[in-house]
Structure formats: structure tokens, C-alpha cells
Nanobody
Framework: QVQPVESGGGTVQAGGTLRLSCVAS????????MAWYRQGPGKQRELVAR???????YYADSVKGRFTISRDSAKNTVYLQMNGLKPEDTAVYYC?????????WGQGTQGTVSS
């Protein structure tokens, strides 16, 4: 069983920053990818950023140039540095961990950006 646990959410003003962390615990032999998704009020869950085992990254167009995904493989931890936050970034942010055996989700952490 793999359990991701997010932290780092909060409330900031527009233009501010937040740094999210996600630690994956459990029986983990090899992580194929770690990602951040988000679900804003009245919206569907969407992929924000993903980092693959080899280090390749993917970003949604809406966050390119503002958000940075990184990881500490030794600690099974992924981070999301969010700069230049906008009110439309307000959402619950979810961590997703994909191994050969499981596709696991965290409970989410709320990020709120006030105008």
C-alpha cells in the first residue's frame, strides 16, 4: 500500500508563493512518476505538473513559468513551488504517485489565493 501525504497549503495574496510537499510512504520499490493535480471550485480535477522517474517534467500551460515541480527520490518526496499565484489557482491540490503496482492519491491540501 502506498500512501501520499500532502502539506504546505494555505492562504496567500495574489502574487504570493506557496510550496507544497508530498511524502509517499508504504511499500515502494520504484516510482514511475509523481504529479500534482488540482480541483478548483466547481471545476474538474486537472493535471498541474508531473515529474517522471528519469527527471523529465510536464506542466499545464496555465502554470508554465510560475510553478516548478521537483523531487527528492531518496525521500520519496515531491514538491511544487508555486510563484506568482493568481486567484484562479485557488484549489485543492492532490498528490499522485504511480508505481508499477499502484496509482495512489493523497487527501489533498487547500491552496487559496485572495485578490
Amino acid at each position: 500500500q502506498v500512501q501520499p501525504v500532502e502539506s504546505g497549503g494555505g492562504t496567500v495574496q495574489a502574487g504570493g508563493t506557496l510550496r507544497l510537499s508530498c511524502v509517499a510512504s508504504g511499500r515502494i520499490f520504484s516510482i514511475n512518476a509523481m504529479a500534482w493535480y488540482r480541483q478548483g471550485p466547481g471545476k474538474q480535477r486537472e493535471l498541474v505538473a508531473r515529474i517522471f522517474r528519469g527527471g523529465r517534467t510536464y506542466y499545464a500551460d496555465s502554470v508554465k513559468g510560475r510553478f516548478t515541480i521537483s523531487r527528492d527520490s531518496a525521500k520519496n518526496t515531491v514538491y511544487l513551488q508555486m510563484n506568482g499565484l493568481k486567484p484562479e489557482d485557488t484549489a485543492v491540490y492532490y498528490c499522485n504517485v504511480v508505481t508499477q503496482a499502484v496509482d495512489a492519491w493523497g487527501q489533498g491540501t487547500q491552496g487559496t489565493v485572495s485578490s
